[in-house]
């Protein structure tokens, strides 16, 4: 009987071995919140939330009622020091992060508990800094939408090449701010001496350093969800208007992808299969057992637009080859007037395990809606 | 009649002794000093020979001067030719438009073939050709004659035991007496020693402008991320140093400092410290070059190669902005590439393969050299491609672990897809002078 057990033990012991080495790479403590975060030009925000944030309780019940003076705690706001939403803006006075070590500014960021708050004036965001008694106001405009959601959740809009806009949706309200990193003195740099370098070991996580060399050309968009497990949008920084890339959109032909020369196509990397309509973009594609990897591609058809997911995520935009393909969805396509965004990527979580993938370029935007499929 | 086979195999056999070109092991014995020395000095010492061209340091392992050299070789020579390993040379496309393209013959590889196959004989040494002079033997060992002068790392460097994987700048100001005026230089040589653990040199030129921080943007600072400094090149295991074609030129301002970028790799272990003191000969134009001379790369840093995948693609790209004239390619990636290729998109929609390495070894760091000049025009897009082989049974014989995400790092464990060119901008007043030609 012993015996038995100790085999059972072994047995599972392995099992969770095998387990372990093949399960999607961490990306996320599963701390039990929905997490959307944009990255621009390497400088990130980031906003935390509880996925069941209902507008069940008293309070929240008065916000949702715009009744003045209710506030409800909504999430927590991380932010690079850059960053300037409403009155929370970068303390020049402060003293300027260490030296670069190898490189690059690793400043721990400023995290703020935000409260949404109904008064007098209209509606803002209260943002306490978690370790102080400082208080920013966040003003928020407002407007009504005819559907509604029950549960409250965020997301994270890049408008421009470091600036960007935070969209809350809760009921069938919703609001919006907007923000931007200001741009900050030139950190102190490390003087060109002789015999600095850096060792690593066979085993050295690197994984930091990568993050920032990738970071370093491209903005990222990420939605996490409370299990910790990630989706994250690559886009190429720079693609705006006025560059020759954006001409090719009105020229590409019927049936044809969106060519880029000036960058590689989006890519998508998900620890979660994604199921858009009755079309599943799955994990494992390109390694059994990891997280999906995807270039996206937009292709124009004769009556509107598709995204194409291509087993090729690390090609550059002049180089897609249809025999990659994975899966082709129709999408929404809307045009805006007066819009003058570089090409982005947005998240969007639409309910617990939903979301919407939005891609935005000029007036030109495109979506479509997915679910976490099992 | 029914024919024997016996006499068939005869009467064939007479027949392709006779048809056959060449040399057939059959004919007159293939002696070493007549017919399989003068292969040996034209494509093999080069490298295999006591000093031999090899900027890494990792002279070739047994020299091949004379028979008794090479002699306990033979039939591992024969192996290797046979097998086209060597001489080294993995670009299977475009033939005959590199400089320092290796290769042998069908007749060459059938010679020593034949050689080995009839006991290696040394023959007689009255058929043997004249020694081939090197040139280091009369330039204290620089291939390319003595450098106008000669820049080295301030001190030597001890790369101590427990080091697994170092990447360190140096740095060496250039003063009046080493510079005195702003000179423009043909061409230089790295000369990194017999040290076996460079995985690679870079060096850049730090004009006084751009002398006063490092900005710390890129991972292995090739140079061409630093404002205002200019990357001379890089060279890795495998690679060689060359002179720039007669009106090609890159200014080195007087006060300029040079960066010695080097990436030591080798085991951690008790005894294996190594001193590293690395140096570059530089050779002066004698007067100013018609075209200055830019080292860079396309690159896409952005990408992660999946656990255990066997034949993964990274792309980059670029437009050209000028009529460029390529001078050299040097694909450079890691222990996971297994393939490299550039290819010319022209205005006109034509395209056209520059360079094609199906066999990529991250062991021989090869910089392909045009023997003349490729003239691309404005509005080309240049692609490059590299595939890496992520599995299991690479990464054991490589020594990288398989069963993870990959990303671009300096670490010879991490990876690279960098698309180096050698190549000059023809300036507007030039180019209708230059396109005619």
């Known amino acids: 009987m012993q015996h038995r057990l100790l085999i059972l033990i072994l047995g599972a012991g392995l099992t969770t071995s095998i387990t372990v080495a093949q399960a999607p790479e961490p990306s996320n403590e599963a701390d039990g919140f929905v997490h959307v975060m944009l990255t621009l ?47 929370l803006a970068t303390d020049f006075e402060a003293p300027p992060p260490e030296p670069l070590a190898e490189g690059f500014p690793k400043p721990a960021p400023a995290t703020h508990e935000l409260w949404l708050v109904r008064n007098a004036q209209g509606w803002e965001l209260e943002a306490q800094k978690s370790d102080s008694d400082d208080v920013n106001i966040i003003p928020l405009s407002h407007h009504e939408r005819e559907t509604t959601v ?10 421009d090449a470091e600036e960007g806009r935070l969209e809350l949706r809760w009921g069938h309200h919703v609001w919006n701010a907007d923000f931007r990193f200001d741009e900050l003195p030139r950190p102190s740099r490390r003087p060109r001496v002789s015999g600095l370098g850096q060792a690593r070991e066979a085993e050295t996580d690197t ?42 959109l009105s020229d590409v032909d019927d049936g044809a992808v969106v060519p880029l020369v000036r960058a590689p196509p989006l890519r998508i990397k998900s620890d979660v299969g994604l199921r858009f309509g009755a079309t599943d973009v799955a994990t494992g594609n390109l390694a059994p057992g990891f997280a999906g990897a995807y270039a996206v591609w937009l292709r124009k058809t004769g009556t509107g637009w598709r995204f194409v997911f291509n087993n090729e995520p690390d090609s550059w935009g002049t180089q897609y080859d249809p025999d990659f393909d994975a899966a082709e969805i129709d999408v929404d396509y809307a045009r805006t007037g007066g819009s003058f965004r570089p090409l982005g990527v947005t998240l969007v979580p639409t309910g617990e395990d939903a979301g919407r993938v939005v891609i935005h370029w000029g007036p030109h935007e495109w979506a479509a809606d997915f679910v976490v499929a099992e | 009649m029914k024919i024997q086979p016996l006499v068939v195999v005869t009467v064939l056999g007479v027949l392709f002794t006779v048809a056959a070109p060449g040399y057939a092991a059959n004919e007159v014995a293939v002696t070493y000093y007549k ?20 900027i890494s340091g990792l002279i070739a392992p047994m ?73 280091e033997q009369a330039n204290d060992g620089w291939t390319y004659g003595t450098p106008d002068f000669v820049v080295k790392m301030p001190e030597p460097y001890v790369v101590e035991d427990d080091i697994y994987d170092l990447n360190i700048q140096f740095y060496k100001k250039l003063t009046e007496a080493d510079l005195p005026e ?65 009106g090609y030129g890159v200014l080195i301002e007087k006060g300029s400092m040079v960066s010695f970028n080097m990436h030591y790799h080798k085991e951690a272990a008790a005894g294996s410290a190594v001193t590293s003191q690395a140096e570059i000969g530089f050779f002066v134009s004698k007067e100013e070059p018609r075209y200055k ?18 034949n993964y693609r990274i792309g980059s790209s670029r437009v050209l902005e000028k009529d460029t004239l390529v001078l050299t390619y040097w694909p450079h990636a ?7 290729r550039y290819t010319a998109f022209y205005p006109d929609g034509t395209e056209e393969l520059l360079l094609d390495v199906p066999n990529y070894d991250q062991g021989w760091q090869v910089t392909y050299k045009y023997k003349e000049p490729k003239l691309l025009p404005k509005g080309t897009r240049i692609d490059v491609d590299f595939w890496y082989d992520n599995t299991e049974e690479r990464g054991a014989r490589q020594k990288f672990n398989s069963n993870r995400f990959v990303g671009y790092g300096p670490r010879t464990d991490d990876e690279m897809s960098l698309g180096f060119i050698g190549y000059a901008e023809i300036d507007e007043d030039l180019a209708t002078t230059d396109n005619n030609n």
Not at chain 1, 54 to 68: C, I, K, N, P, T
Not at chain 1, 150 to 159: D, E, G, I, R, W
Not at chain 2, 294 to 303: A, E, P, W
């Open chain 1, 41 to 87: 030009e390497s400088q990130a925000i980031s906003l935390a939330y509880e996925p069941d944030l209902s507008g069940d309780e008293r309070a929240r019940r008065q916000v949702l009622a715009g009744m003045a003076g209710a506030r409800v705690e909504v999430g927590t706001l991380e932010g690079h020091r850059a960053l300037r939403i409403g009155t």
């Open chain 1, 150 to 159: 029950q549960k409250f959740s965020a997301s994270l809009h890049s408008t």
């Open chain 1, 207 to 248: 994984t930091g350093l990568v993050r920032r060399t990738m970071l370093a050309e491209r903005n990222e968009t990420a939605l996490v969800f409370p299990d910790g497990r990630r989706i994250q949008m690559l886009f190429w920084k720079g693609i705006g208007v006025e560059g020759e890339d954006y001409g090719r």
């Open chain 2, 35 to 54: 017919d399989v020395l003068p292969i040996i000095q034209d494509n093999c010492q080069t490298c295999h020979r006591p000093t031999g061209e090899n």
């Open chain 2, 63 to 135: 020299s091949f001067m004379d028979y008794k050299e090479t002699r306990p070789w033979a039939r591992a020579i024969a192996r290797k030719v046979e097998s086209k390993e060597m001489p080294p040379w993995f670009a299977t496309a475009p033939k005959g438009v590199f400089e320092n393209e290796r290769g042998l013959t069908d007749d060459e590889i059938t010679m020593i073939v034949s050689w080995v196959e009839a006991g290696a004989p040394a023959g007689e040494m009255v058929d043997a050709p004249p020694v081939k002079q090197w040139t």
């Open chain 2, 182 to 246: 702003d000179t423009w230089v043909r061409g230089w040589e790295f000369r990194i020693g017999d040290n076996g653990i460079t995985h690679h040199m870079c060096s850049s030129v730090f004009p006084p402008s751009a002398q006063v921080h490092v900005d710390g943007a890129a991972v292995e600072d090739e140079g061409n991320a630093v404002t205002g400094s200019n990357l001379l090149s890089c060279v890795a295991e495998g690679g060689e140093s060359g002179i720039l074609p007669e």
């Open chain 2, 293 to 310: 001379v830019i080292n860079d790369s396309l690159y896409n840093r952005g990408f992660e190669i999946p656990p255990n995948h066997p």
């Open chain 2, 334 to 340: 890691h222990t996971r590439a297994i393939a490299a």
